[in-house]
């Protein structure tokens, strides 16, 4: 099960994805971005990872597509993808998405 919430503060939207992103979920969640980006047309995306509890090449896709979507809106706009785990921003950097977003770690709250 995956559900996604999407928020729009200023020229921003940021979209909070909980849950598992595979071919099933990223469907819906595509929509949900998709439909606030269009409506709001920032300058600038933020998908947060805090609560994925699993995800396979569906959340490459899923990013690469927002990416391309926002592009064709407004060319300067930019992604950024947070609070991945280490290994998913490995893996994504591999992908290539640290060429067109930033991705920026999960950060233990504990640690100061």
């Keep these: 099960m995956m559900n996604v919430t999407v928020e729009t503060s200023g020229n921003v ?3 909070y994805l909980i849950g598992e992103i595979d071919h099933h979920t990223a469907g819906e969640v595509r929509e949900e ?3 606030a980006v ?4 920032p300058c600038h995306l933020i998908i947060d990872f805090r609560n994925v509890t699993f995800m396979d090449s569906s959340g490459i896709g899923l990013v690469m597509g927002r990416y391309r979507l926002l592009q064709s809106i ?3 706009a ?4 947070k609070n991945v785990t280490p290994q998913t921003k490995k893996i994504m950097e591999l ?3 640290g ?10 709250e504990e640690v100061k």
């Design 38 to 41: 269009m409506l709001n047309k």
């Design 13 to 15: 939207v940021i979209a």
């Design 78 to 81: 930019g992604i950024e993808i």
């Design 33 to 35: 971005i998709d439909n």
């Design 99 to 108: 060429r067109i977003s930033i991705i920026k770690e999960l950060k233990n």
């Design 74 to 76: 407004l060319p300067s």
């Design 95 to 97: 992908a290539g998405l």
